[in-house]
T-cell receptor, first 112, second 113 residues
Framework: DTAVSQTPKYLVTQMGNDKSIKCEQN?????MYWYKQDSKKFLKIMFS???????INETVPNRFSPKSPDKAHLNLHINSLELGDSAVYFC???????????FGPGTRLTVL | GESVGLHLPTLSVQEGDNSIINCAYS??????FIWYKQESGKGPQFIID?????DKRQGQRVTVLLNKTVKHLSLQIAATQPGDSAVYFC????????????FGTGTKLQVIP
């Protein structure tokens, strides 16, 4: 009965590689988000999608490309990984018109 | 730019005591605030919220106070328990269209048994 799930939970990879993180929500929400949390626990929004359309795109390198195949899924693809990409990435969802976001368990990405 | 910040990065509290976590925000246009709790290895979890037309809201063992004059938000936890140990974030939301949440820097609450 997981509400927001992410895979994988841990991802260790070499610099320069391309990787994807998947997110799925079974709450019936129409808006999904990706956040990056750095080592100091600071949470910063990266992207927001509503009904498969990009709504918010913060200043994120274009190596990061979100993809929403349907409104229950928002995947994050990262090209040419860099050391500074190491962080915990959180997916979240909410229903437009409401304010509470539900977060996934996070994916810890380590770039070596 | 606008920011939401916390005064204390780490707060240690004896079990059973009350905890107060503070947050300062700078955008007076924010009309909604949320406190999130993040336990180790997990995502942030909604605790309590408050709208800008309110100055106090109570939940179960938690109370949020909003002082718009000084742009200050606080989370009070009564009878703090070991399970309250976590990082707490305040977040501000500006309405109008799609929700965009700006998180504060977080305060780590350590409960001493």
């Amino acid at each position: 009965d997981t509400a927001v799930s992410q895979t994988p939970k841990y991802l260790v990879t070499q610099m320069g590689n391309d990787k994807s993180i998947k997110c799925e929500q079974n709450l019936g929400h129409d808006t999904m988000y990706w956040y990056k949390q750095d080592s100091k626990k600071f949470l910063k929004i990266m992207f927001s999608y509503n009904n498969k359309e990009l709504i918010i795109n913060e200043t994120v390198p274009n190596r990061f490309s979100p993809k929403s195949p349907d409104k229950a899924h928002l995947n994050l693809h990262i090209n040419s990984l860099e050391l500074g990409d190491s962080a915990v990435y959180f997916c979240a969802s909410s229903q437009k018109g409401t304010d509470t976001q539900y977060f996934g368990p996070g994916t810890r990405l380590t770039v070596l | 730019g606008e920011s939401v910040g916390l005064h204390l990065p780490t707060l240690s509290v004896q079990e059973g005591d009350n905890s107060i976590i503070n947050c300062a925000y700078s955008n007076s246009a924010s009309d909604y605030f949320i406190w999130y709790k993040q336990e180790s290895g997990k995502g942030p979890q909604f605790i309590i919220d408050i709208r800008s037309n309110m100055d106090k809201r109570q939940g179960q063992r938690v109370t949020v106070l909003l002082n718009k004059t000084v742009k200050h938000l606080s989370l009070q936890i009564a009878a703090t328990q070991p399970g309250d140990s976590a990082v707490y974030f305040c977040a501000e939301i500006r309405s109008g269209g799609y929700q965009k949440v700006t998180f504060g820097t977080g305060t780590k609450l350590q409960v001493i048994p």
